[in-house]
Nanobody, 123 residues
Framework: VQLQASGGGLVQAGGSLRLSCAASGGTFSSYFMAWFRQAPGKEREFVAT????????YYAGSVKGRFTISRDNAKSTVYLQMDDLKPEDTAVYYCAADGGRWLATALNEYNYWGQGTLVTVSS
């Protein structure tokens, strides 16, 4: 499975961005999908995950209520809508695909990773 993330950029605090991650190869609809992020000088951390059909989602506490993960299996694409962005959301955002369990939040539970897209939030 190859994952291609896009949609990052520079935005002011309080603004919005939508990230996309297009998958090719494999069977997209059979994978739990997730977003992670890595801020400068910090470890990569879990952001959000979504179930096969998109009926269930789970978020890190720091983004709950501001970010929304969704997917379109017909387009083999997962999205991350980010609203009310804060400077602390500045990071490289990575999409990940996993053939394993629901509510996987650890990096080593995901088998496939995109290249990352940079989100910079100015104050």
């Amino acid at each position: 499975v190859q994952l291609q993330a896009s949609g990052g950029g520079l935005v002011q605090a309080g603004g919005s961005l939508r990230l996309s991650c297009a998958a090719s190869g494999g069977t997209f609809s059979s994978y739990f999908m997730a977003w992670f992020r890595q801020a400068p000088g910090k470890e990569r951390e879990f952001v959000a995950t979504i179930s096969w059909l998109g009926r269930s989602t789970y978020y890190a506490g720091s983004v709950k209520g501001r970010f929304t993960i969704s997917r379109d299996n017909a387009k083999s694409t997962v999205y991350l809508q980010m609203d009310d962005l804060k400077p602390e959301d500045t990071a490289v955002y990575y999409c990940a695909a996993d053939g394993g369990r629901w509510l996987a939040t650890a990096l080593n539970e995901y088998n496939y990773w995109g290249q990352g897209t940079l989100v910079t939030v100015s104050s």
